[in-house]
């Protein structure tokens, strides 16, 4: 069974950096595309990342809301796909989830697309 385990939300303030993290158990992240998604209350699952694999290495996709703002990486060694979020902002408040792909290198926004999730972390960005 492939079971992915998110962990790292909390607590920031504005302008704060966070890293949560998405660890796989039952299957090799590095066979699958990984996607970051996040949903606030009240609003659907909103993609902002996603890692896929190209004959280039690792080439990764961000959603224009968090360009420059978040970086997705992979540690093969540790099985773990990291989202590292910088100068964060109340909007940015959510329940982060990551999902494998059914390939390694095809990203979609579509979140129906994505067959195993994690459970979420929840991160709240408050003063």
């Known amino acids: 069974q492939l079971l992915l385990v998110e962990s790292g939300g909390g607590l920031v303030q504005p302008g704060g950096s966070l890293r949560v993290s998405c660890a796989a158990a039952g299957f090799t992240l590095d066979s699958y595309a990984i996607a970051w998604f996040r949903q606030a209350p009240g609003h659907g699952r909103e993609g902002v990342a996603c890692?896929?694999?190209?004959?280039?290495?690792?080439?990764?996709k961000y959603a224009d809301t968090v360009k420059g703002q978040f970086t997705s990486s992979r540690d093969s060694a540790n099985n773990t796909v990291y989202l590292q979020m910088n100068e964060l902002k109340p909007e940015d408040a959510a329940v982060y989830y990551c999902a494998a792909g059914q390939t390694s290198f095809q990203c979609r926004d579509d979140s129906t697309w994505y067959e195993h999730w994690g459970q979420g972390t929840k991160v709240t960005v408050s003063s």
């Open positions: 890692l896929r694999y190209r004959s280039s290495g690792t080439s990764p």
